[in-house]
């Protein structure tokens, strides 16, 4: 009996330490561990203060800021040369005969346009200071915001524990090295670079300033239809003349150029030379339409009654011409706005650093517009022809600049706008450019581009104005 007391106390106990076991073995199956990073966690933060001054950067600097002191000092030369003309013709009319009257009258007048470009000049002058400092005072700020910036990109390479930026740097420069030497296996011998219109030396047209000049014709008000300007290249003796043509019968015609000898002549619409045409209005060779221009001392137009351009020399006063195949005449293409159309305009004449070139339209090309190189040989003759996509009664006027055809449209009386471009290089048309003519008045008749001064000058219902053109 004691012994089998002693083995049931024993089994009690082993059942006891068992039971004791298993609950140790139950709670170990549940393992906790904590991880220490002995490394630095990435600074997202810093980053995105890094990439929101890279963004503040480049609002800050815009091409539309880099272009305002090249604008500005455009400017400033031409008013800087104007003055000079204007000084330069005080002295010389001062200097001749005329009745106390008229001479007290230009120097009144001629003094006050002096006094107007002084004004205009110190503004301009104080303008460019105003934007020159601005500029300094951002290059400046931004020169610091750039140093700052590469320095905390330069820190924040060393979170790349595995050398990835380091290791793009030198894929990078291979690529470059790879495309440097597959471009030079491919090198030929570049053919001679031939001059042509479309390459223009000033740039790209960027803005029109202006009016610069405004005022009314010797006539009043009674023609409102007309053309003005300067000879691009002028016979000796005329360089600083200005030539004016008035659409004296109907609207529609006109026999005669009128000379100035100065820009301060035809503003006082005195001092003026008739040369004549044609004997009357309208016969054989009588001018037909606005839409003139002067190059070489000659006069280009669309002939009386004809599908062709008329050329009338202005020293010898003998008159040749140019047939233009199947296009429209006599109010066929005009241009036009949805409100009306500008009577007669079927032949536009336009210069530019390249010389005469005209605009019309044809039924081939179902009334868009046509452009034509002229040929300055005697008679004239039609060079180089473009066919473009733009229905010329879709437009109100056109212009040639640096061989790049430009073409406006009615906005509202206030606005004319620059709306398309073909460039006569590539061939490439663009439509929707969107520089705007800030209008004196209601419609403008012609649109005339001279390349000596880069002006525009423009005939508006018996109104004489210059435009600056801005190319950058």
């Known amino acids: 009996?004691?012994?089998?007391?002693?083995y049931t106390v024993m089994t009690t106990v082993i059942l006891s330490v068992l039971a004791q076991v298993t609950k140790g073995a139950e709670k170990s199956q549940e393992c906790t561990c904590e991880l220490n990073n002995s490394g630095l966690t990435f600074p997202t933060v810093r980053l995105q203060n890094v990439l929101s001054g890279a963004t503040d950067c480049t609002r800050r600097i815009t091409s539309q800021k880099m272009s305002e002191v090249n604008i500005l000092l455009d400017k400033l030369h031409y008013r800087l040369r104007q003055l000079e003309v204007d000084v330069l013709e005080l002295e010389d009319e001062s200097d001749n005969d005329g009745s106390a009257q008229e001479g007290d009258l230009f120097m009144a007048v001629a003094l006050r346009i002096i006094e107007i470009e002084l004004a205009e000049i110190l503004d301009l002058i104080t303008k460019l200071n105003t934007t020159t400092t601005d500029h300094q005072g951002l290059t400046a700020d931004i020169s610091t915001k750039l140093k700052?910036?590469?320095?905390?990109?330069?820190?924040?390479?060393?979170?790349?524990?595995?050398?990835?930026?380091?290791?793009?740097?030198?894929?990078?420069?291979?690529?470059?090295?790879?495309?440097?030497?597959?471009?030079?296996?491919?090198?030929?011998?570049?053919?001679?670079?031939?001059?042509?219109?479309?390459?223009?030396?000033?740039?790209h047209l960027l803005n029109v300033t202006g009016p610069s000049t405004y005022t009314i014709t010797q006539y009043g008000t009674s023609y409102a239809f007309g053309a003005w300007g300067r000879d691009p290249m002028p016979v000796k003796g005329k360089e600083d003349w200005y030539w004016l043509v008035a659409l004296t019968s109907s609207n529609i015609y006109a026999n005669y150029v009128?000379?100035?000898?100065?820009?301060?002549?035809?503003v006082l619409g005195v001092n003026a030379e008739d040369v004549s045409i044609a004997s009357g209005n309208p016969t054989t060779n009588t001018v037909q339409g606005p839409n003139v221009a002067m190059y070489g001392g000659a006069l280009y137009y669309g002939c009386y009654n004809s599908p062709s351009l008329c050329r009338f020399n202005m020293t010898d006063r003998t008159i040749t011409t140019a047939p233009l195949p199947n296009a429209g005449h006599n109010n066929k293409f005009p241009f036009c706005h949805l409100a009306t159309c500008y009577g007669y305009t079927d032949m536009d004449v336009s210069t530019d650093e390249s010389g005469v070139w005209v605009v019309y339209a044809t039924l081939e090309n179902y009334g868009n517009v046509v452009l034509s190189e002229v040929e300055l040989g005697s008679p004239p003759t039609l060079g180089r022809t473009w066919r473009t996509s733009l229905h010329k009664r879709t437009v109100t006027n056109t212009f040639v600049a640096c061989g790049v055809l430009y073409a406006t449209r009615y906005v509202d009386k206030q606005n004319e706008e620059i709306f398309?471009?073909?460039?006569?290089?590539?061939?490439?048309?663009?439509?929707?450019?969107?520089?705007?003519?800030?209008k004196m008045s209601d419609n403008i008749h012609s649109l005339n581009y001279n390349p000596r001064d880069r002006q525009l000058y423009v005939f508006s219902d018996a109104h004489v104005l210059t435009y600056q053109l801005i190319f950058g």
Request: overall charge positive; some cysteine; proline content about 4%.
């Open 258 to 266: 009128r000379w100035y000898s100065s820009h301060s002549a035809i």
């Open 148 to 203: 700052n910036m590469r320095m905390e990109m330069e820190s924040l390479e060393k979170f790349d524990h595995t050398n990835i930026v380091e290791k793009q740097k030198k894929n990078q420069q291979l690529m470059k090295t790879l495309e440097q030497c597959q471009a030079e296996l491919q090198v030929t011998v570049a053919p001679p670079i031939i001059p042509v219109p479309g390459n223009c030396i000033h740039g």
């Open 420 to 438: 398309y471009a073909m460039d006569t290089v590539s061939g490439q048309e663009r439509y929707g450019l969107g520089l705007r003519i800030k």
């Open 1 to 6: 009996m004691k012994t089998l007391r002693v």
